[in-house]
């Protein structure tokens, strides 16, 4: 386990843990953290130990209160220019997050407002303590939320989507799981073990099917079903090793052991 920048690491039997771990700022997203953040999906993306990743926050008050604000008006009252998200001069981490290859589950332990709630959108399943609350206040702080305003309307109805970036109100954990937001809603105390769970689940299934799921829903679901059906991106599991030791597993009635090859 190491601790660099605000970010926790550990990497335990084929799953990376990702801890935001800045709990007395409520793990707000500074520019160094978001820099490590970027980094660790980077590295892990090319390492083949790695099938899974769980992202969270320290502590159980949040699990990003967003964008460091603090460090947002330091600049200003110094005159420093202020990055547009998407001019940023290193890669934008909600694009990095969002085009990982491999799956990524998210456990909100608190408040996910903001940059906090963009990163949650990012990952592929989220799960939800009972008391978190989501949302992008950005409205009543002048910003402008660029990615939350482009992926909030893809993941709940637009109406909703509306509501929650106009007037920049939190919504409970039981009416993000109520409009698709998030997956699940568990008790605070069982965040951990049921993140768990759903990662060794996710092991029992071959990777790189999951790998080119995820690589066909990503670039194919804003096409026309007819161009999306004649995508091929992501590896190939029909000429893998995996699908022979699937089929040969299933007929021998026994668990495949997958090698992601």
Same mark, same amino acid.
């Given at each position: 386990?190491?601790?660099?920048?605000?970010?926790?690491?550990?990497?335990?039997?084929?799953?990376?843990?990702?801890?935001?771990?800045?709990?007395?700022?409520?793990?707000?997203?500074?520019?160094? $953290?978001?820099?490590?953040?970027?980094?660790?999906?980077?590295?892990?993306?090319? &390492?083949?130990?790695?099938?899974?990743?769980?992202?969270?926050?320290?502590?159980?008050?949040?699990?990003?209160?967003?964008?460091?604000?603090?460090?947002?008006?330091?600049?200003?009252?110094?005159?420093? =220019?202020?990055?547009?998200?998407?001019?940023?001069?290193?890669?934008?981490?909600?694009?990095?997050?969002?085009?990982?290859?491999? /799956?990524?589950?998210?456990?909100?332990?608190?408040?996910?407002?903001?940059?906090?709630?963009?990163?949650?959108?990012?990952?592929?399943?989220?799960?939800?303590?009972?008391?978190?609350?989501?949302?992008?206040?950005?409205?009543?702080?002048?910003?402008?939320?660029?990615?939350?305003?482009?992926?909030? /309307?893809?993941?709940?109805?637009?109406?909703?989507?509306?509501?929650?970036?106009?007037?920049?109100?939190?919504?409970?954990?039981?009416?993000?799981?109520?409009?698709?937001?998030?997956?699940?809603?568990?008790?605070?105390? &069982? $965040?951990?073990?049921?993140?768990?769970?759903?990662?060794?689940?996710?092991?029992?299934?071959? /990777?790189?099917?999951?790998?080119?799921? =995820?690589?066909?829903?990503?670039?194919?679901?804003?096409?026309?079903?007819?161009?999306?059906?004649?995508?091929?991106?992501? /590896?190939?599991?029909?000429?893998?090793?995996?699908?022979?030791?699937?089929?040969?597993?299933?007929?021998?009635?026994?668990?495949?052991?997958?090698?992601?090859?």
């Amino acid at each position: 386990m190491t601790t660099r920048n605000g970010l926790t690491r550990e990497v335990r039997d084929r799953v990376a843990y990702l801890t935001l771990d800045r709990p007395d700022s409520l793990n707000a997203l500074s520019r160094a $953290l978001r820099t490590e953040i970027v980094d660790a999906f980077v590295e892990l993306a090319d &390492d083949d130990d790695v099938w899974v990743v769980c992202l969270t926050g320290a502590g159980d008050r949040a699990f990003s209160a967003g964008v460091d604000l603090k460090e947002t008006h330091s600049d200003d009252t110094v005159g420093a =220019k202020f990055r547009h998200p998407m001019r940023e001069q290193g890669r934008n981490i909600y694009e990095v997050v969002l085009e990982f290859p491999k /799956p990524v589950i998210c456990a909100l332990n608190g408040w996910t407002v903001g940059g906090g709630c963009e990163l949650a959108m990012a990952c592929d399943l989220r799960i939800a303590a009972d008391h978190a609350q989501i949302g992008l206040p950005e409205a009543k702080r002048g910003l402008g939320a660029t990615f939350g305003s482009q992926m909030l /309307p893809r993941l709940v109805p637009l109406g909703v989507a509306y509501q929650m970036l106009y007037f920049g109100d939190p919504i409970t954990a039981q009416q993000a799981l109520h409009w698709g937001l998030v997956n699940e809603v568990v008790p605070a105390a &069982d $965040l951990a073990a049921r993140t768990e769970e759903l990662a060794r689940q996710l092991l029992r299934s071959a /990777p790189l099917t999951l790998r080119r799921y =995820k690589a066909m829903v990503t670039h194919g679901r804003e096409l026309p079903l007819s161009a999306a059906l004649r995508l091929d991106v992501g /590896p190939d599991p029909y000429t893998s090793e995996d699908r022979e030791e699937g089929v040969a597993a299933f007929l021998e009635k026994r668990d495949p052991e997958w090698s992601a090859k």
